[in-house]
């Protein structure tokens, strides 16, 4: 006799087979008992017996119908029923539709951008074997200072004595806009112009259109311009042996013609110069200094070498020669610096591996929100479609059949929804371009054919699986009669909820972070900088060496101007600059800290306040070898109180063009500390003296009244001094702003993405109610007899969702305040996470389900209950 | 059997089962088909494709009548021939028989000629 578990087992494999109408299903199964129980007899085993009489018998007739259809005209007609389904439930379409193709275009955007920060420096033969050497150092208080730099003498050095290094490229890039001036006389403000070795064309794999790649930049003074230069210098004019000015001193010749530097490169520049211009014709005397890092350097090496080995031996060739720099060195692969973590001085900015990690997160965090959403909306929409699977498994099809007609539904809307996404992609493609600051690179073709396939088999089977699943299980009897739910015990958390609740749980994790970002992002635009950044003016100056002389007189011609309240100079400026360092003595000991060179103006024009002593003042002649030091450097130097630190001694090595020299002096003023750099940077201490040539910046102060006429009357009085040299300017107000871009941008990303999870939410949320109330309508009109209010019934719906906000804030908050305190630790100034913060994501949650809900629940609850029970 | 035998017994099926519920107590499809084999020497053999369909038309027509009963832990469904059934058999009986012998003269002629 079979067990209960063996009978069961039997019809499990009959319904397999197709043997779903109920009145043979269990005469069937009796009739498979008894054969297997004969076949027992006789020896079998219980699974041999099974085996034997079940596919002898049942399979036959399905077999035959297998392969008496054509399966491309079932499919054919699978999808087109699929379609007509769809047009059908146009509503239900439409949301189901809205919410992928949103999720979709936003993962896709985000993968896209992803990949074109994978792709960074990917396109050189030689990825793997080229090295950068970057460096580090011990700051005086405790910190590690991390730059990109190294020492010009370095790679050569390193060619030489290291026999694994088969190559090497120097770059050097001057921190500040350089002047061209084109031989027809036009100048050209130029930030992208660097020097590099003659190597640099056979080490990287950039496209030289025009030249000889082993002799363009192997002489002083010749220049390689990218095409878009060349068209700007010299439009259709060849360019080769073309001659251009660099600071209006050192004639350079144009010797090739390159492509424009890919997107995805960290090395971007619009001319590359001979390195060996440098120290030649300018730059004298620093290029063969060990000491110096201004420099980068590229290694090219054996293939079979160890890059670690290498660095060890760079590291002792550099412990013998600068042994007193503690300098330690670092081979970095080509590849990995674009997400090599945050050093100073790159020569394009990075970007943090954790920021793209967040960015796939967020992105697939959306997108299986999508999902949620179109499954959470076909399933309850396949509610209503009970019948029609309950009609076409009397026809004689089988669950096989019903899971592929349900998932061709779930493939034409895959389909769709990827052309539609592509769609939105192409269009916001240029927007796109110009938010991320950039020109994304595309993936080859074939790779972005072969993820198109598997993305839209992915969506299908992911959206389609679960509804096509239970609608093929489901029974005929009880789904012709439209009540498969009949009996079932209400759950708390069935599968539906638990989705939905996946939802709120995205949407409240994605508001809270975008709210506790925005809070950290206004204190970097509101917090007090210790100096006044409104209405200054900045005009950088050119390097030229006759520019000094005229200088006093276009101080003077300012000054004059009404609406101009004070004129200052400086070596930097405010806001997205980085120091000078030097070593400062008071006796023997020696302190690094920032150096900042101004004039007697400065500090008026930027409003920062004296502590102590006086300012520099020209009615003081040996004001030019005194110091001013900020709050930081007196207590670094033991100045307490602050007072102390007037006419105290101290000095330093400064460079000018006949070398190293001391500068020695008295501090006469010590002011408040004043954040030079971001709101990333700890304030720093700071030493200000006065050293006109070495004066970059004008900084302007305008009274408030009347900016335009100012402002044209400061362009008027600098083409009266220097009328070969545009004006270049921008406010301190905005550079400052400038350097929060990364975070202003992530700011705007987050906010984005808390909408866009949002507006998914809400269509899921419409979709589900209006199921939801379409399946109670009678329920609610017997509430309505019975004496409930319409607001009751609102309220007995919404109870619901809002336990599962509730449940679903609970589990997240701890996770995001936990998330959210870990990426403020990366601010030196940073925000408490308030409640107001967390709070308010949930109060607006709420308020936003009981808005997208209460339409259609108050238009089922005001309809007439005679309408709604007619038919009962 | 043959496709060709098969063909020209599915018309005789159900006179096979009427026989067999006739003189017995009511029976299960298996206990049908199985006895069905056995008293035809392995001659006829009723597939469950072919068996349910016609035991459903037959108490369709009302011939025969099922109820069910628990055995060895799952329901089984007898079938039992009625009087409408039993008159029915009588009827299909004769016809049968009747057919057979018109068919066996027909097949036993020497001359296939027709007597003009």
């Known amino acids: 006799m079979l067990t209960k578990n063996q009978i069961n087992q039997v019809q499990k494999a009959l319904s397999r087979r197709g043997v779903n109408y109920e009145p043979l299903l269990e ?5 498979i008992c008894e054969q297997i129980e004969d076949h027992i007899a006789e020896g079998y085993t219980f699974q041999e017996a099974l085996d034997s009489c079940v596919s002898a018998h049942v399979v036959h007739s399905n077999q035959r119908m297998y392969t008496q259809l054509n399966p491309i005209t079932m499919l054919k007609s699978y999808f087109k029923l699929g379609l007509r389904s769809l047009y059908r439930n146009k ?98 403000m130029e930030d992208g112009l660097i020097w590099a070795d003659s190597s ?58 390159m492509k424009d530097f890919p997107t995805n490169s960290h090395i971007q520049a619009d001319l590359v ?26 290694l090219r090496l ?96 089988n669950r096989g059949l019903i899971f592929v007609r349900f998932i061709s539904e779930s ?34 073709i074939e790779q972005i054919s072969l993820f198109l396939f598997s993305s839209i088999v992915i969506l299908t089977v992911l959206s389609g699986t679960y509804t096509a699943l239970r609608m093929s299980d489901m029974k005929i009897i009880p789904s012709l009669k ?60 050119s390097n030229t060496s006759e520019a000094y002389g005229l200088l006093a007189d276009l101080k003077n011609k300012l000054n004059g101007i009404e609406g101009v309240d004070a004129v200052a100079l400086s070596s930097h400026h405010l806001g997205g600059d980085q120091l000078y360092t030097s070593s400062y003595y008071t006796s023997s000991d020696s302190i690094n800290m920032g150096r900042l060179h101004i004039d007697y103006e400065f500090l008026n024009v930027f409003g920062i ?69 971001s709101l990333h940077h700890d304030i720093e201490p700071m030493v200000m003296d006065i050293q006109p040539p070495r004066n970059h910046f004008l900084s302007i102060k305008l009274g408030k009244s009347e900016y335009q006429s100012t402002l044209s009357k400061v362009g008027k009085a600098w083409s009266k001094v220097f009328p070969e040299e545009s004006l270049n300017y921008f406010f301190i107000e905005d550079s400052f702003t400038n350097q929060y871009k990364t975070e202003a941008r992530t700011q705007l990303i987050v906010k984005l993405f808390g909408m866009v999870s949002l507006l998914i939410a809400s269509f899921g949320l419409l979709g589900l109610t209006y199921f939801d109330t379409m399946m109670r309508i009678k329920e609610i009109g017997v509430r309505k007899i019975l004496g409930s209010s319409s607001l009751q019934i609102l309220r007995l719906f919404i109870r619901e969702y809002l336990l599962l906000i509730i449940i679903g804030f609970g589990l997240v908050i701890p996770f995001i305040i936990w998330l959210m305190n870990d990426w403020l630790q990366s601010f030196a100034y940073r925000i408490d996470i308030s409640v107001v913060n967390i709070i308010v994501p949930l109060l607006l949650m709420v308020g936003f389900v009981i808005v997208s809900t209460s339409y259609t629940i108050l238009k089922a609850a005001r309809t007439n209950p005679a309408q709604t029970l007619r038919n009962e | 059997m043959s496709k060709d035998q098969a063909e020209l017994l599915k018309g005789i099926y159900p006179i096979l089962i009427l026989k067999l519920l006739n003189g017995n107590s009511p029976m299960y499809g298996y206990q049908i088909e199985k006895n069905v084999r056995i008293l035809s020497d392995d001659q006829f053999s009723i597939t469950q494709g072919s068996l349910y369909p016609i035991l459903h038309k037959l108490e369709e027509k009302g011939l025969i009548k099922s109820f069910h009963k628990e055995v060895n832990n799952r329901t089984r469904k007898y079938y039992k021939i009625t009087t409408k059934g039993r008159k029915n058999y009588d009827l299909r009986n004769t016809e049968v028989r009747s057919i057979f012998d018109s068919l066996l003269s027909f097949l036993n002629r020497e001359s296939v000629a027709p007597d003009l």
Request: glycine letters at 6%; proline letters at 4%.
């Open chain 1, 482 to 541: 439209g009540d498969i739910y009949r009996g079932q015990p209400k759950k708390l958390l069935s599968v539906r909820r638990v989705l939905l609740m996946v939802q709120f749980i995205a949407c409240i994790g994605l508001i809270t972070s975008s709210f506790i970002i925005s809070d950290q992002m206004d204190l970097f635009f509101k917090r007090d900088t210790g100096f006044e950044k409104e209405n200054v003016l900045a005009i950088q100056l």
């Open chain 1, 609 to 677: 306040e004296l502590l102590a002593g006086r300012d520099f003042s020209l009615l003081n002649g040996s004001d030019t070898s005194n110091f001013i030091i900020n709050e930081q450097a007196a207590s670094l130097f033991g100045f307490e109180p602050l007072s102390e630190a007037i006419d105290r001694n101290l000095s330093y090595f400064a460079q000018n063009e006949e070398g190293r020299y001391l500068k020695q002096g008295k501090v006469v003023g010590v002011v408040n500390d004043f954040n030079f750099q």
């Open chain 1, 411 to 444: 493939f034409v809307i895959s389909l769709t929804t990827h052309f539609l996404s592509l769609t939105v992609i192409y269009l916001v493609w240029p927007y796109l371009n110009t938010f991320l600051d950039t020109s994304l690179i595309l993936p080859p």
């Open chain 1, 302 to 397: 054996q293939p079979e070498a160890s890059p670690v080995l290498v660095q060890s031996k760079i590291q002792d060739i550099l412990d013998t020669r600068i042994p007193e720099n503690n300098i330690s060195v670092t081979l970095q692969a080509l590849t990995h610096i674009r997400m090599g973590g945050n050093r100073n001085d790159e020569l394009t900015p990075n970007v943090d591996k954790t920021s793209v990690t967040m960015e796939f997160i967020i992105g697939l965090l959306i997108m299986v929100m999508s999902i949620i959403n179109y499954v959470n909306l076909t399933s309850a929409s396949a509610l209503k479609r009970t019948k029609e699977v309950g009609m076409i498994k009397v026809m004689g099809s």
């Open chain 1, 273 to 298: 110069g001979s390195f060996s211009s440098l120290g030649r014709s300018f730059w004298f005397n620093i290029i063969d200094n060990w000491g110096i890092r201004y420099y980068y350097t590229y």
């Open chain 1, 91 to 188: 509503f239900v379409t439409v949301l189901k539709l809205s919410g992928l193709v949103l999720g979709t275009s936003v993962f896709l955007a985000l993968l896209l951008h992803i990949y074109h920060e994978i792709s960074y420096d990917q396109f050189h033969v030689n990825k793997d074997t080229i090295f950068r050497i970057v460096t580090e150092r011990p700051t005086e208080h405790g910190d590690v200072s991390r730059t990109a730099f190294s020492g010009a003498p370095w790679g050569p050095a390193l060619v030489k004595e290291i026999p694994e290094v088969l190559n090497t490229v120097r770059f050097m890039r001057y921190r500040l806009p350089v002047s061209i001036r084109s031989e027809a006389g036009q100048q050209f």
């Open chain 1, 200 to 257: 640099f064309f056979s080490l990287f794999s950039f496209d030289l259109i025009k030249g000889n790649p082993q002799k363009v930049l192997s002489r002083p003074d010749q220049v390689v311009l990218t095409q878009s230069t060349a068209q700007r210098y010299f439009g259709s004019e060849d360019p080769i042996g073309q001659q251009i000015i660099y600071e209006d001193d050192v004639v350079l010749t144009v010797t090739g013609i």
């Open chain 1, 27 to 31: 005469e069937l199964t009796d009739h």
